[in-house]
Structures are given as structure tokens and as C-alpha cells.
């Protein structure tokens, strides 16, 4: 609420009529009115002095404020758009930069200096620059750049809009220094005239007329200062709307070198978005947990950006004080103290959704949606890697190539969903005696490969009996009724003349071929002498020439 009360303002009215009266006012009139216009100065002067107080306390939060205001409710619908996609956000966006013009066309009709519109174009050309941006945007939507693309294109530069308000901040106290010398000077030469007054009762019709002007000139910057701290006032109250609002926390904090650190600021959401206060956080920066694994990481960004005087960003996890883990991102923009200290203002939002999404979708892209091996290419791009290594190495490796028997027959007795379900009951069975580095796919239809680093032929060839034989003994209930089913193997190790995954697989899948056409149910071996364990089945295990071939019947 201002301080200088609408009454006062409404008297300079009263004044200059009475100012008026001495025209034609008597000696002890005019002494009267001297007395009482002395009075009014000192009351100018004191008045003066209380405002200049509050004009440092505001231009205070002037600083503060338009760090955010304009830019981070921007920067966080500019986020959400990047993040989300949403059309809409861009009127939302659209919006701030008009509120961001509109305030500073308003501060532009106020009784300005030639700094004060030096800073203000500085200002507005940042806010009309972030509109061309922003308009850039769908564009680059349509040629098909990911958000994070985007991101890197999108150039905001607050340090420009900090230097212009520490100008405007500068001009500002300039202003008020001048008009505190002459306000000064407007009183003391009004008081001299009425002394002077007291002594030539003649001339006070002439001082009647120069308190008059005075008095009005006086008005004129006291209602201009009241305009000045009512846009202020509101941009204030808009601010802090706008902090207890966004989907985020805004900060402000401190590092200087030696390590010391903390926050200066921290906004009201902190509490109701991660479980810690915003009083907390600016007492104890630890407060809020980084997770273990992340925060050697977290510290190294921070020192990195202090020393190197450059933006900060970080992704990570953090730990609530309900022991929740939450994924986060922060991003901020220093703005340097001195050479022992910087201050750090930007936002951390809370990107736990966007992880599991991540998570998700990488899953849909290398898993069978099905039975839940790795489809044909995450299996391809796994092997292609693994086979280079063994071979450099010189560790041995084999493929499996499996086939279930009579699978369309089953198809077509059960239905497709009994189809399905003994896919799935084969994968579950087959997964559940691999170890960590084998490797499951589903290369098509019923058909599956299996890669087995650090496996050698006879390693590979007891696996695939005991597959063989875990298939066999399975008994897959489904719709009241049991379906049995086997499976045919073909393996293959790495050899010298191997040049790649495909040629493995085209020796395990004529092995595979062979085993179709010896009857089924069993393990064929592409080339080589093995030494079979004494628990494998002999007649099940047989040996082929190497080369590929074709599937047979199914």
C-alpha cells in the first residue's frame, strides 16, 4: 500500500487557492499564509525523504521481480511446449510476451529519462526477438526436430535483460537523486520568498503566484511517483502469483569458490512439489537429497559452470524426505558477484513422467510386445556388437537357432491366442535358465535365436538339450484343454572365417533345417566333433555339414 495517503495529494488544491488569497491578502494574512506554507515545506521535504526510502526498498524488488516476470513464466510454457508439444502452450507464450511489451510500454508513458529509454528499448527488443523465436517454433516442428533439437536452437539471453534493468535501476536513482536536489532547492527558495515576504507585505501577491507554480509542479511528481509505485506494486503481486504457480521451482544460489554454497531463493512450491520447504532449502541446500549415484555428477556441473562463468544444467534424481525417487532437471544463468562468487537465478521441474516415457518407449522399441524376448533387430544390434568383441578377444561364442514344432497345427487346433500363450510360456521357460549376458529373440513367427557369449560348442549344444527337453516336458493348460509342444535346434559357434552375426546364424539355422527334416524335437549341430555329457540324449544330437539352408515344414 503507498505511503503517501490520497488525502495529501488532494490538498494541493487547497493550497494553491489560498495561494491565490495573497494577492489580496492583508499583512496579517500574509503572515499566516508564510507560516503555513513553511509548514507545507518541511512537510514536502519529510515526505520526500519517507518516499525516497521506499523508492530504494523498490527498486529492489524491481531487480528481483523482472528477473522472472516475463522470462521465467516464458521459459516454463517455452518448456512445457518442448517437452509436451501442446499448440495451445504457444498462446500461453504468446501472452507473456504481450504482458512483457504492454509493462514496458506502460513504464515508457511515466516521466522517464534518456537512460531509463535507453534501457527500455534493450527490454523490448529482447521480448520482440523471443517472439521471432517463438514464431519459429511450429516451423521447426514440421521439418521434423525433436524437442531437444529445438531446445539447442532457441537462444534467450537473460544476462542482456539483467544488464538493461541494472541500467534502468541506475537511471532510476539518478532521477530521484535530481529530484531530491531540487525539491530541496524548491523549498528552501520557497521559504527565503516568504521570509522575504514578512518583511515586504507588497510582493506577496508575486509570492502568492510562485507557491501557486511550486505547489503544482509538486503534484505533478508526487502523482507521477504514485503511478510509478502502483505498476510496481502490481508487478510485484504478479510475481509471486506466478512463483506459488508454475510447475516448477524457481531459485536463486550462491556459489563461491572454496565450495561454500546455498540458496538465496527459493520459491513456495518447493514444499508441495517435493516435500521441503522453501525456508528449509535456503537454511540447509541439503535438504533435498541428491540421489547417491548422481551426486559426485551434480557437484562436478556446479563447479564447472562457477569456474568457467557458463550456464548450468543438470539431469538427475533426487531423494524426498518420504524416501521417494524423482527425476529432476535444472538450468540456470549466472550472473557473477565478484571473482570470489556468482549467483546462479533459474528453475528445476520435475521430469520423473518424461523419464518413465523414455523407459517405456525404449522398451517398445527393442522388446516383442508378445512373449517379451527382444524383437529380430534390438537381437541383431546386441549380436553384431558381441561378435566383433569375441573375435578380437578370441572368446568363444554360439548361436542357437529354435523353432517350435507343429506350430501352425496348434494354431490351428487352440486359435491364435492358445498360439500365443505357448510363446510366452516357451520364452518364460527358456529365460528362466539363461544367464545375464544371453541373449533372447524373437527372430519371426515361432522362431527364436539365442546368442551365448563365452559359450563354446559343448556348453551351447547342453543348453539346447535341456531347452529341448524343458519344452518337451511342459504342459500348456488352455481353454480346459493341455497342448504339448517341442522344438527343434540348430547351433553354431564362431569360427575364424565368420565375418558377422548372419553368417553364425545362417550355419545354426541350416543345422536347424537339418534337425526339421531328421523328425523333430531335437539338436543338430552345424560342423565340428563334440564330447556329449553324459546326461544329453544321443539320438536327439546330431551333427550337419556347414552352410546355409532353407526351413523346412513347419
Not at 509505485?229 to 510447475?247: C, G, H, I, Q, W
Not at 575364424?496 to 534337425?515: E, F, G, P, S
Not at 544329453?536 to 526351413?551: D, F, M, N, Q, V
Request: with cysteine.
Amino acid at each position: 500500500m503507498s505511503i503517501i495517503k490520497t488525502p495529501i495529494a488532494s490538498r494541493w488544491n487547497t493550497i494553491s487557492s489560498l495561494a491565490m488569497v495573497l494577492i489580496v491578502a492583508t499583512a496579517i494574512g500574509g503572515v499566516y499564509i508564510g507560516a503555513n506554507a513553511i509548514r507545507l515545506f518541511s512537510d514536502m521535504r519529510a515526505t520526500w525523504h519517507h518516499y525516497d526510502q521506499v523508492s530504494e526498498q523498490k527498486i529492489t524488488y524491481l531487480t528481483q521481480m523482472h528477473q522472472y516476470l516475463g522470462y521465467s513464466g516464458f521459459a516454463q510454457h517455452l518448456k512445457d511446449y518442448l517437452l509436451h508439444g501442446k499448440d495451445h502452450v504457444l498462446t500461453w507464450i504468446d501472452i507473456d510476451l504481450d504482458q512483457a511489451k504492454n509493462a514496458i510500454d506502460s513504464y515508457r508513458l511515466l516521466e522517464i529519462n534518456e537512460a531509463e529509454t535507453a534501457a527500455l528499448d534493450d527490454l523490448k527488443a529482447l521480448v520482440l526477438k523471443s517472439r521471432a523465436q517463438v514464431q519459429e517454433i511450429p516451423k521447426l516442428r514440421q521439418t521434423g526436430m525433436t524437442p531437444a533439437q529445438i531446445d539447442t536452437r532457441i537462444d534467450l539471453n537473460p544476462d542482456a535483460a539483467i544488464a538493461a534493468l541494472d541500467q534502468l535501476r541506475w537511471a532510476w536513482r539518478q532521477q530521484a537523486g535530481v529530484a531530491e536536489q531540487a525539491l530541496n532547492e524548491t523549498s528552501d527558495t520557497g521559504a527565503n520568498l516568504v521570509y522575504f515576504g514578512w518583511v515586504f507585505i507588497p510582493v506577496m501577491g508575486v509570492i502568492g503566484l510562485i507557491v501557486f507554480g511550486l505547489v503544482n509542479r509538486l503534484r505533478s511528481q508526487i502523482t507521477a511517483y504514485e503511478r510509478e509505485k502502483a505498476a510496481l506494486e502490481t508487478s510485484e503481486r504478479k510475481f509471486r502469483d506466478m512463483a506459488a504457480n508454475v510447475p516448477g521451482v524457481i531459485f536463486q544460489w550462491y556459489e563461491r569458490r572454496g565450495g561454500e554454497r546455498g540458496y538465496l531463493y527459493v520459491s513456495p512450491r518447493c514444499k508441495e512439489l517435493y516435500g521441503v520447504s522453501a525456508a528449509e532449502l535456503q537454511r540447509n541446500w541439503q535438504a533435498l537429497s541428491i540421489h547417491p549415484d548422481d551426486e559426485e555428477r551434480y557437484l562436478k556441473t556446479v563447479q564447472d559452470a562457477f569456474e568457467k562463468r557458463t550456464d548450468w544444467s543438470f539431469e538427475g534424481r533426487f531423494l524426498t524426505p518420504s524416501g521417494e525417487e524423482k527425476w529432476w532437471r535444472g538450468i540456470s544463468k549466472p550472473v557473477p558477484v565478484s571473482d570470489e562468487e556468482i549467483v546462479f537465478n533459474g528453475m528445476i521441474i520435475d521430469i520423473s513422467l518424461q523419464k518413465k516415457m523414455e523407459e517405456e518407449l525404449r522398451a517398445l522399441a527393442t522388446t516383442d510386445g508378445l512373449t517379451g524376448a527382444y524383437n529380430r533387430r534390438h537381437f541383431i544390434y546386441e549380436a553384431s556388437t558381441e561378435v566383433p568383441r569375441a573375435k578380437r578377444y578370441g572368446h568363444p561364442l554360439s548361436v542357437l537357432m529354435i523353432d517350435l514344432d507343429f506350430f501352425k497345427k496348434i494354431n490351428d487346433a487352440f486359435g491364435h491366442a492358445g498360439g500365443d500363450e505357448v510363446l510366452r510360456r516357451f520364452v518364460t521357460s527358456v529365460k528362466s535358465i539363461l544367464r545375464g549376458p544371453d541373449v533372447l529373440g524373437r527372430i519371426g513367427g515361432e522362431e527364436f535365436a539365442l546368442m551365448l557369449p563365452e559359450t563354446d560348442l559343448v556348453g551351447a549344444i547342453a543348453l539346447a538339450e535341456r531347452i529341448r527337453s524343458d519344452i518337451q516336458d511342459l504342459n500348456i493348460r488352455w481353454d480346459k484343454r493341455t497342448i504339448k509342444v517341442t522344438a527343434s535346434i540348430g547351433v553354431a559357434m564362431l569360427q575364424k572365417d565368420d565375418t558377422d552375426i548372419h553368417a553364425i546364424m545362417a550355419k545354426a539355422d541350416k543345422a536347424l533345417y537339418t534337425a526339421k527334416a531328421e523328425g523333430r524335437n531335437r539338436v543338430m549341430v552345424s560342423g565340428g566333433t563334440v564330447e556329449l555329457s553324459a546326461d544329453a540324449a544321443p539320438e536327439l544330437i546330431g551333427l550337419t555339414a556347414t552352410g546355409p539352408g532353407p526351413h523346412g515344414a513347419n
